[in-house]
């Protein structure tokens, strides 16, 4: 027995170095270094590494500029997710741009992630260009999913963009401190064994929102990622653990929406997020909301609450409710 037992023994070790010495790095498409001073041009912003994203704008037409915001989109999502968002809020005077992050949309390294540090620190230039356009209005980041995480991570790091709040619409803040163990040891393992495999959320069954008019297109929009590596899951991973464990440094007015019937985010890492922003942080909960809130059949609420409290900070939502009920 005792050496069928040192056999097993040694046959697991043996197993588990030579998965060690196979193993893989997620990969990370970094930026290159930077080579000029970043600009926004018409239709695209080039950062400091000369990469080239797309830009959409939403402005107001025949009525002053009040306000603007910069809007981010969610994973796997790009700009177009603002096509609605824009228009409405730019008719109330609200100019709204928004960029394809790195690896969305029709930006470069389709589906490749490209790192926390290089998200935030595009935002923060990408917030500086668009202040020069319009110098003399307030101006806003609304974050959406993911990218209320990349506007966390931006507010709370070395060099914070100048803005006047921040609007975190579902902000994807669910960190490996509220995952179950296994599901942090499966991405461990899938992220340094098999970085390159695809995966699907259709079996899980998720709801991201009940306008189904809009899920439509959106499933046979070639630029929305349906297949998406493991790498960039851990990617994003990073990315939540860092927007949930820097919230509590938030020191700009600050607007967070969250929709009772989310499957995206849950309920446990968004109120552990409440919990460590600052008490000033104004809550928007919406009963019949789900994930995509701005594209929601309700959408026109959690809009009509954007533009506001963007007018008026201390002012009343006229519906999101600051409780949960």
Same mark, same amino acid.
């Not at 824009?86 to 928004?98: E, K, M, N, P």
């Given at each position: 027995?005792?050496?069928?037992?040192?056999?097993?023994?040694?046959?697991?070790?043996?197993? +588990?170095?030579?998965?060690?010495?196979?193993?893989?790095?997620?990969?990370? !498409?970094?930026?290159? !270094?930077?080579?000029?001073?970043?600009?926004?041009?018409?239709?695209?912003?080039?950062?400091?590494?000369?990469? +080239?994203?797309?830009?959409?704008?939403?402005?107001?037409?025949?009525?002053?500029?009040?306000?603007?915001?910069?809007?981010?989109?969610?994973?796997?999502?790009?700009?177009?997710?603002?096509?609605?968002?824009?228009?409405?809020?730019?008719?109330?005077?609200?100019?709204?741009?928004?960029?394809?992050?790195?690896? /969305?949309?029709?930006?470069?390294?389709?589906?490749?992630?490209?790192?926390?540090?290089?998200?935030? !620190?595009?935002?923060?230039? /990408?917030?500086?260009?668009? =202040?020069?356009?319009?110098?003399?209005?307030?101006?806003? +980041?609304?974050?959406?999913?993911?990218?209320?995480?990349?506007?966390?991570?931006?507010?709370?790091?070395?060099?914070?963009? =100048?803005?006047?709040?921040?609007?975190?619409?579902?902000?994807?803040?669910?960190?490996?401190?509220?995952?179950?163990?296994?599901?942090?040891?499966?991405?461990?393992?899938?992220?340094?064994?098999?970085?390159?495999?695809?995966?699907?959320?259709? +079996?899980?069954?998720?709801?991201?929102?009940?306008?189904?008019?809009?899920?439509?297109?959106?499933?046979?929009?070639?630029?929305?990622?349906?297949?998406?590596?493991?790498?960039?899951?851990?990617?994003?991973?990073?990315?939540?653990?860092?927007?949930?464990?820097?919230?509590?440094?938030?020191?700009?007015?600050?607007?967070?929406?969250?929709?009772? =019937?989310?499957?995206?985010?849950?309920?446990?890492?968004?109120?552990?997020?409440?919990?460590?922003?600052?008490?000033?942080?104004?809550?928007? /909960?919406?009963?019949?909301?789900?994930?995509?809130?701005?594209?929601?059949?309700?959408?026109?609420?959690?809009?009509?609450?954007?533009?506001?409290?963007?007018?008026?900070?201390?002012?009343?939502?006229? /519906?999101?409710?600051?409780?949960? !009920?």
């Amino acid at each position: 027995m005792f050496r069928i037992k040192n056999k097993i023994t040694f046959s697991g070790t043996a197993l +588990v170095l030579l998965v060690l010495s196979t193993a893989c790095e997620p990969r990370v !498409n970094h930026p290159g !270094n930077k080579v000029r001073e970043p600009k926004l041009e018409q239709g695209r912003y080039i950062t400091e590494d000369g990469t +080239v994203l797309p830009v959409r704008t939403w402005l107001p037409k025949n009525i002053p500029i009040k306000a603007v915001i910069v809007a981010l989109h969610g994973f796997n999502d790009y700009s177009n997710a603002f096509s609605g968002p824009g228009s409405y809020l730019s008719r109330r005077g609200i100019a709204c741009y928004a960029y394809d992050q790195r690896g /969305f949309g029709y930006a470069p390294g389709h589906g490749l992630w490209s790192g926390t540090e290089a998200y935030a !620190n595009d935002l923060t230039n /990408f917030v500086n260009e668009v =202040h020069k356009y319009s110098p003399d209005v307030p101006l806003y +980041v609304l974050g959406e999913s993911m990218g209320g995480a990349v506007t966390i991570v931006a507010m709370t790091g070395d060099r914070p963009p =100048h803005v006047d709040g921040i609007i975190l619409v579902a902000p994807a803040v669910w960190g490996r401190d509220t995952m179950p163990w296994y599901q942090r040891w499966l991405l461990a393992c899938a992220s340094h064994t098999v970085p390159w495999m695809k995966l699907t959320g259709k +079996v899980l069954g998720i709801t991201p929102s009940d306008n189904k008019t809009m899920l439509r297109p959106l499933g046979l929009d070639s630029k929305v990622i349906r297949e998406t590596r493991i790498d960039a899951m851990y990617g994003l991973t990073n990315l939540m653990d860092a927007a949930l464990s820097q919230a509590g440094k938030l020191r700009a007015p600050t607007l967070v929406q969250y929709g009772k =019937h989310d499957q995206i985010i849950p309920r446990k890492p968004m109120f552990l997020m409440l919990e460590k922003v600052p008490v000033t942080t104004r809550k928007a /909960f919406y009963k019949n909301g789900y994930h995509m809130l701005l594209r929601d059949l309700q959408r026109e609420k959690p809009l009509a609450d954007i533009a506001a409290w963007v007018s008026n900070r201390n002012g009343r939502l006229p /519906f999101g409710k600051d409780t949960w !009920n």
